[in-house]
């Protein structure tokens, strides 16, 4: 007897005839003598009403009161998978990740996973029956709710699936159903030649993940890979064989360049004239880290006169937070100006290939002069490059490097 997580998004169960089919999928499961758990998101577009029903009353909520409204959401969803499995004849019962026993930290709108109790989805499974619990959401040690951030749902499933392993539970499967059949080399949206791939290591998908690959969670990916829980990527539409996110394989790195990705709504931040002396770029990035703001990439130019240019790159949602401590600082510290761009977008690719391939940069650099997009700043890793670009230029570029790498083509 397996534990199977399944994980249905927004569109999975937008309308009653897709609860009716994912609710089919957990009966299937728990009929094949598994225990079943359902990780739900918001029905469809759920979640952006709701963001827009706050800004209707204020410009700047406060992160607590979001949680709050936010986690509903996904309340909804829980108690319908309930009913729908219920109206099939089948035991269920829904939770909140409060109830289940998910704990955060205390950081409102992207809290932390810091424990889960698992003696209650026991409980439940010894009754015969299917869990459903609410995705996105948890309780900090105070009971106040928090949320994980957008797409957290991912990471709920895949923390409730290590978790059940933690307890003892031998075989784990995870199931992420989406409405695509599978992980792309591209946005399929975006790119109309993009092919779906079998399999991809952890690492990949995690540098695509955190690029803007929207079909999982970074978070997500980052638990599968500590506790080596095997992910399924697949449609809920139909009965295709989707991604499995695994470990990383020799013959992977035979493939150069897996995938590329598209982050679009990134904001820019140039401190001008910062001082070029030891301990100022901590005190700068240890302020940001302190107002929960994530700090993508960082450019620092080279030192003239004992000064230099800073910039650096955060979320366009974290623009106007990044704005208050930026200026602040840099009266602090005697730099000069504090420039914003909020037009700027981020193209990349990923692979663990790169680690054993020679001229990979000097390509996707020379696809992206092609398409006559330019360069503003260059990041890499040892399984990524990242060019940051216009934003109307994001998805020219994401076309160009695609094509350049020929991820169209079967490896």
Do not use: W
Request: aromatic fraction near 4%; charge should be negative.
């Amino acid at each position: 007897m397996a534990t199977v997580v399944q994980k249905f998004g927004g569109t999975s169960v937008a309308t009653a005839d897709k609860i009716r089919r994912a609710a089919g999928r957990a009966i299937a499961a728990r009929e094949a003598g598994h225990h079943v758990i359902v990780v739900v998101s918001a029905r469809g577009q759920t979640t952006d009403e709701l963001v827009d029903l706050a800004h209707e009353i204020t410009s700047r909520p406060s992160a607590r009161e979001m949680d709050q409204l936010l986690s509903t959401g996904e309340q909804i969803s829980i108690a319908l998978v309930a009913m729908a499995i219920h109206a099939m004849g089948h035991g269920a019962i829904s939770f909140t990740g409060g109830q289940v026993g998910l704990v955060t930290d205390s950081v409102h709108t992207k809290a932390r996973i810091q424990k889960v109790d698992v003696e209650r989805l026991k409980e439940q499974f010894a009754q015969g029956k299917i869990v459903i619990v609410a995705g996105f959401q948890g309780v900090d040690a105070h009971q106040n709710i928090t949320t994980l951030g957008r797409g957290g749902s991912d990471t709920t499933a895949v923390a409730l699936a290590a978790a059940m392993k933690m307890a003892g539970e031998k075989e784990i499967v995870c199931e992420i159903y989406t409405d695509v059949d599978g992980v792309y080399t591209a946005d399929p949206r975006k790119v109309p030649t993009a092919r779906k791939l079998d399999v991809i290591s952890y690492e990949e998908m995690l540098e695509l993940a955190s690029l803007g690959a929207g079909v999982m969670h970074s978070r997500a990916v980052e638990f599968g890979k500590k506790f080596d829980i095997p992910i399924h990527v697949r449609s809920s539409l139909n009965d295709s064989k989707g991604t499995m996110i695994t470990k990383e394989a020799a013959s992977m790195e035979g493939i150069v360049v897996r995938g590329a990705a598209l982050t679009r709504e990134l904001a820019k931040v140039t401190i001008r004239a910062v001082p070029d002396t030891p301990g100022v770029a901590a005190k700068i990035f240890h302020e940001i880290a302190a107002a929960n703001i994530v700090v993508d990439d960082i450019i620092q130019n080279i030192s003239s006169d004992g000064q230099t240019d800073l910039s650096f790159t955060v979320a366009e949602t974290d623009a106007d937070d990044v704005a208050d401590v930026a200026h602040r600082l840099a009266k602090e510290i005697g730099a000069g100006a504090v420039e914003f761009d909020k037009n700027i977008s981020k193209v990349s690719i990923v692979g663990v290939g790169m680690r054993s391939h020679t001229g990979v940069a000097e390509k996707m650099f020379k696809a992206l002069a092609n398409a006559r997009i330019n360069i503003q700043m260059i990041t890499t890793s040892e399984i990524k490059i990242s060019c940051i670009i216009r934003r109307q230029d994001a998805e020219a570029s994401l076309k160009a490097v695609h094509d350049a790498f020929q991820l169209n083509d079967e490896a």
